[in-house]
């Protein structure tokens, strides 16, 4: 049947089993937008309060899913405010099929009012881009676009389109969506058997778990290699939930601000098997001085992650889900029992803690968790809050910790968090901010309350960009320049005039209380938490050092 360029979007949206999008009208999609509002009933659209937000409310969606995340935007700034959150998804490895449209075909290159070259700009940050210049090839590019951005390491593709292109017509037949198989093709009998090889000899194996494992719906899989190995398990940000937080054999995370144990136990392991990590500065601290005793055995679907970072000794390439399924049929039960209790010795003599008295970011996340009872979607902004939230909140399966792990974007949570909250209605959505994160995208608080999303706004306030002014005070000789937030914003009044609700608490008590009637309301809240200026993130690894010199403010005393 004949369509128009703008009805073939919808139907290929269809086509690929998208159910919401994330976006911003303007004039040059306005094709696109009048297609959509016939099918409302099929295609439900998110209104955000600006297109970044539309964008990591898609990211949002989909890591909380594992589906595609779908935002839209206009010509100009508005594709140009979508190119944070693809830089985020495309740092992270996050599905997402960002659709733009721009000026007609005559005026592509001609300063056109709202023209921009978005595919010349997102170029080193996509998988892939498109522009679609004929109408008769757009069902099958939106089509390779989601096929791109699931397949292998996902990532954002983004697809251009001229208005003109919208408007025109041609025929239109319906696919079924193309069976997108896990790469298993690239691993070898030879790399498996190299793997198991060292597995065996190891006498203290280590498990280093990333995105990877998360990404590739792993973690049964994982639980058993776990077991097989018999060996203490770590984990980046990006990796939390892939193994369960809870379990004896987890020592928390690794890297500048991971626990002592990990870092010490890394660091004296004779094997590391990295499962579908990329091994970032953030973990590596100083990359010579990393894992020193220890061959590296990486597992990852990317074969320009081996040997970026780290010399791997082996590595098998392909689906960590495939991979770690090949290598728990053939290896067998292996026994570390005097490794594992040196490592836990690290656990008790090295535990997390926090002051006793008064309200902290540490107390207000393990009190989240006990509230919770570990069942909530948490989402955070960049800074202390993420590294506390990483710390104290106990993950214990997969896409329940949303953060921008490699790009570090403030402003990603409060979107991300509405993302999640529309894909999991029935699931708890708290989003977790720094107030200087809080105010880089605050305005979609509005896109919380226009939608009714019953998502929880915890800010941990101290009044400056913490993270920064801890640097500040460490290494910078306490030159507090432009980190101090010390002005009259007050965000419970905030909340309440965006339509939400707005609660403020200054002691343990005011925030259980808040949070207690935070988790009755159907409506998004908001809870401003007064914490100390100076509380800081420990353990921390200094820049250029070792992680095994991980230090506390105790160290620090001594």
């Not at 990990?262 to 010579?288: H, T, Y």
């Not at 207690?516 to 309301?521: D, F, I, M, P």
């Amino acid at each position: 049947m004949q369509l128009t360029g703008a009805q073939i979007v919808i139907e290929c949206l269809k086509e690929q089993g998208v159910d919401t999008v994330f976006g911003y009208p303007g004039g040059a999609i306005l094709n696109v937008y009048d297609e959509l509002y016939k099918h409302k009933n099929e295609i439900n659209h998110v209104l955000t309060s600006h297109e970044q937000g539309a964008s990591h409310a898609a990211d949002g969606y989909a890591r909380s899913t594992g589906k595609v995340g779908v935002c839209f935007a206009t010509s100009g700034p508005g594709a140009t405010n979508l190119v944070t959150g693809i830089a985020t998804a495309y740092m992270d490895s996050v599905p997402m099929v960002a659709i733009t449209c721009n000026v007609t075909v005559p005026l592509l290159g001609k300063d056109s009012f709202q023209e921009i070259d978005i595919a010349g700009i997102t170029t080193p940050i996509t998988k892939h881009n498109f522009i679609v210049k004929d109408v008769e090839k757009l069902a099958d590019t939106i089509r390779r676009a989601f096929k791109i951005a699931k397949k292998g390491r996902p990532g954002p593709v983004l697809v251009d389109i001229p208005k003109d292109v919208t408007a025109a017509k041609t025929e239109y037949i319906f696919k079924e969506p193309e069976a997108i198989a896990r790469i298993s093709d690239t691993i070898t009998d030879e790399a498996v058997a190299e793997a198991i090889k060292l597995i065996k000899e190891s006498k203290k194996p280590y498990i280093f778990v990333g995105g990877g494992a998360v990404i590739s719906d792993a973690d049964a899989e994982l639980r058993e290699f776990v077991k097989k190995v018999d060996a203490p398990v770590c984990d980046t940000l990006m990796g939390k939930g892939a193994f369960d937080g809870t379990h004896d054999l987890y020592t928390g995370m690794l890297g500048m601000h991971g626990t002592k144990t990990a870092n010490l136990g890394v660091s004296e392991c004779d094997l590391l098997i990295a499962i579908g990590a990329r091994f970032s500065d953030r973990v590596l601290g100083n990359a010579k001085k990393f894992a020193s005793n220890a061959k590296i055995l990486q597992f990852d679907v990317d074969p320009a992650e081996i040997n970026k970072n780290v010399k791997a000794h082996t590595a098998v390439i392909g689906d960590v889900k495939e991979i770690l399924t090949r290598i728990n049929a053939e290896l067998t039960q292996q026994n570390h029992t005097d490794w594992i209790a040196h490592v836990f010795d690290y656990k008790v003599k090295f535990p997390l803690k926090y002051p006793e008295a008064g309200l902290s970011g540490p107390f207000v996340i393990e009190q989240i968790y006990q509230e919770t009872k570990g069942d909530a979607i948490i989402v955070t902004e960049v800074g202390q809050h993420q590294m506390w939230a990483a710390q104290y909140y106990k993950y214990s399966k997969p896409r329940t910790l949303l953060t921008s792990g490699g790009l570090g974007t403030m402003g990603y949570g409060l979107g991300a968090a509405i993302g999640a909250q529309m894909a999991n209605p029935d699931k708890l959505v708290i989003n977790i901010a720094g107030d200087g994160c809080f105010r880089m995208n605050m305005n979609e608080l509005a896109t919380a309350a226009r939608q009714n999303l019953p998502l929880i706004q915890v800010v941990i306030n101290n009044h400056v960009l913490g993270m920064v002014r801890q640097w500040q005070s460490l290494f910078y000789q306490e030159h507090y320049s432009a980190t101090i937030l010390n002005d009259n914003v007050d965000f419970v009044k905030l909340a309440e005039a965006l339509g939400a609700e707005g609660y403020r608490a200054t002691t343990r008590e005011e925030f259980t209380e808040a949070f207690e009637k935070a988790l009755a309301s159907k409506r998004p809240v908001l809870i401003d938490c007064i914490i100390n200026s100076d509380d800081k993130v420990w353990p921390m690894v200094a820049p250029g050092e070792a992680i095994s010199s991980a230090f506390t403010d105790e160290d620090i005393k001594k």
